[in-house]
């Protein structure tokens, strides 16, 4: 089920508030549990089984290792085997099918592939079960006793889609004991209007730009004008659709009185590729900092080898999380060459002018933007054939006249993605939101956002969030 549908907006999400709001604290977890779970069926059906097993194996492993005693190698045992059957059930279900099809390609042999849709929201609840066996094997949390509680947090139904990954010690607190105050509802409300517009406005009209540039590689009619537009259009359509996704996860978070953490942060005014990764997709790069960098040792390292090796680590797992192909292997590899760069040459910091500064982040900004190009490409030759297109490395023309029209009848909506992409509108809300008509104007432009909304998600055709996919 898709948050900017119609029966989402109008239907499921109306019903869950009302009974949230009614219903006894008792039993309100057992039932955002079975909602979460309808939620999961309705776009899942069979593929809820799944969740189920991670539900179910998950909470007593925990369990098993919560009463171990600390610094036995039973304790050791009973944690590594949970984390291999979390990793091992995301390799079956996205991992198995490329595996078996690199292996036959390079060493010529015939293993059969397995008929298996990938489960919506896996690579997500796998990670979210992974910390907290992780959690709990340190000694950072408890184990959760009540099974219903547990099986929420798993399943919890603004972040099963695609996050953010919401670590156990951080939502505890709210499964136990929360209220939902007047300004949360309306914190909550606003930024799921907020949310809805990102992907319905703004991210779904970047995507047609985006998506007649790509599905044009290859052809006379990619000229480099429209690669460039559609790379950038592709950069705004990520960015906007994920973080849209983000907002009304935590706007419906707060209706229902769970906090959640931010996962974006402005990245794309970042200074540096570093930077970028702090800001972008907060919860996941935390999480492989937290779980597999800070473990292998991180920074602290005596050899730089080890540390490369670290940050290898971090970064092809990063791009094998995001899909089974090979170009999110090469984008992965693609950041780790940038950010060692920056790590072992301490490239940024050596500019101190304000020109300087401004280069280095123009630089930055290129980076990323060729990155979203490998990310989107199907396959590795088609991204080489776009960046070369690009470039102007293929006998074709810079501009044509569709190309005008499209620069003409769109630079009002780039210019909106640089402004919203950066944190302008939201210092100025600051600087006037003790002033009254400030909040008039606000709650008009809030409401004309919802009606627009609206006539987008019945009108325009189904185009579901870019992460669903990961």
């Given at each position: 089920m898709d948050f900017s549908s119609p029966i989402f907006l109008f239907l499921f999400l109306p019903i869950v508030l009302i009974c949230a709001y009614l219903i006894r604290d008792e039993i309100r977890n057992i039932l955002l549990f079975a909602i979460s779970l309808v939620f999961y069926w309705y776009g899942?059906?069979?593929?809820?089984?799944?969740?189920?097993?991670?539900i179910l194996f998950n909470y007593v492993v925990g369990l098993t290792i919560d009463k171990s005693e600390s610094g036995k190698g039973f304790k050791k045992v009973i944690f590594v085997f949970g984390v291999v059957c979390n990793v091992l059930m995301l390799f079956v279900f996205k991992y198995y099918n490329f595996t078996v099809a690199s292996i036959n390609k390079l060493c010529n042999t015939s293993i059969s592939a397995i008929d298996l849709i990938l489960p919506i929201g896996l690579s997500f609840f796998t990670f979210k079960a992974i910390s907290y066996l992780a959690d709990i094997y340190v000694g950072k949390t408890k184990a959760e006793r009540n099974l219903f509680n547990f099986a929420l947090y798993i399943s919890f139904f603004p972040q099963i889609m695609s996050g953010p990954i919401t670590r156990y010690v951080d939502f505890k607190a709210d499964l136990v004991r929360r209220k939902t105050e007047i300004e949360d509802v309306s914190n909550g409300i606003e930024r799921l209007i907020c949310g809805l517009s990102k992907k319905l406005i703004l991210s779904n009209t970047f995507a047609i730009i985006a998506d007649r540039a790509f599905n044009s590689i290859g052809s006379n009619e990619l000229t480099v004008v429209l690669s460039w537009m559609g790379s950038i259009c592709y950069t705004f359509q990520i960015y906007f659709d994920f973080s849209g996704y983000s907002d009304m996860a935590i706007g419906m978070g707060e209706l229902l009185g769970f906090s959640c953490k931010e996962n974006f942060d402005y990245p794309y005014i970042s200074k540096s590729g570093t930077e970028f990764w702090r800001?972008?997709?907060i919860s996941l790069g935390s999480w492989f900092r937290d779980y597999v960098y800070i473990p292998l040792?991180?920074?602290?390292?005596?050899?730089?080898?080890?540390l490369?090796?670290?940050?290898?680590?971090?970064w092809i797992l990063t791009g094998v999380w995001h899909?089974?192909?090979?170009?999110?292997?090469?984008w992965g590899i693609y950041w780790l060459v940038i950010l060692v760069v920056e790590k072992f040459i301490i490239f940024p910091n050596k500019f101190q002018h304000t020109s300087s500064k401004v280069i280095y982040r123009i630089i930055t900004l290129l980076c990323i933007n060729l990155g979203w190009v490998l990310?989107?490409?199907?396959?590795?030759?088609?991204?080489?054939?776009?960046?070369?297109?690009?470039?102007?490395?293929?006998?074709?023309?810079i501009i044509n006249s569709f190309d005008l029209f499209l620069l003409k009848d769109n630079f009002v909506l780039i210019m909106v993605g640089i402004v919203l992409s950066t944190p302008i509108a939201k210092k100025l809300c600051t600087k006037t939101q003790d002033v009254v008509l400030y909040k008039v104007v606000k709650m008009g432009v809030l409401l004309s956002l919802f009606f627009v909304c609206v006539a987008y998600s019945v009108n325009v055709s189904y185009n579901p969030f870019i992460y669903f996919d990961f």
């Open positions: 899942q059906g069979n593929f809820i089984l799944p969740l189920l097993f991670s800001r972008w997709h040792g991180g920074s602290h390292v005596e050899k730089r080898s080890r490369l090796a670290n940050l290898a680590a971090v899909g089974a192909n090979w170009t999110f292997i090469v990310f989107r490409a199907s396959t590795l030759s088609e991204a080489w054939s776009y960046i070369k297109t690009m470039f102007g490395f293929r006998q074709i023309s």
